[in-house]
């Protein structure tokens, strides 16, 4: 059975940082792109981030480049979403996602692309 377990979420001021931590298990994690998405209040879910099967190649959305970074531990069937400057708008239930990709330097962004979903780990981000 696959899961996904989210951490690391919380309540932080304007301009500060959390590090997100997704857990896999039942799952070949060197054989998936993993993601992060997030879903606010009254709105759709949206992409984040993504990174490749070796972590190699990643994907973000303009709204948190140069600010998130996502990594990976295939060792420890991990990903990693680090967020800094944090906005009001970043506020959000983020999830990790799992997408089972043949292709070793893909990082996907829709999420139809996905297979397994976490139940997600809410940000605040107060102003």
């Known amino acids: 059975q696959v899961q996904l377990v989210e951490s690391g979420g919380g309540l932080v001021q304007t301009g500060g940082s959390l590090r997100l931590s997704c857990a896999a298990s039942?799952?070949?994690?060197?054989?998936?792109?993993m993601g992060w998405f997030r879903q606010a209040p009254g709105k759709e879910r949206e992409f984040v981030a993504a990174?490749?099967?070796?972590?190699?190649?990643?994907a973000y959305a303009d709204s948190v480049k140069d600010r998130f970074t996502i990594s990976r531990d295939n060792a420890k069937t991990m990903v990693f979403l680090q967020m800094n400057s944090l906005k009001p708008e970043d506020t959000a239930v983020y999830y990790c996602?799992?997408?089972?990709?043949?292709?070793?330097?893909?990082?996907?962004?829709?999420?139809?692309?996905?297979?397994?979903w976490g139940q997600g780990t809410q940000v605040t981000v107060s102003s």
């Open positions: 996602a799992a997408d089972q990709t043949a292709f070793i330097a893909q990082a996907r962004t829709t999420i139809r692309s996905y297979d397994y």
């Open positions: 990174i490749s099967r070796s972590g190699g190649s990643t």
């Open positions: 039942g799952l070949t994690f060197s054989r998936y792109t």
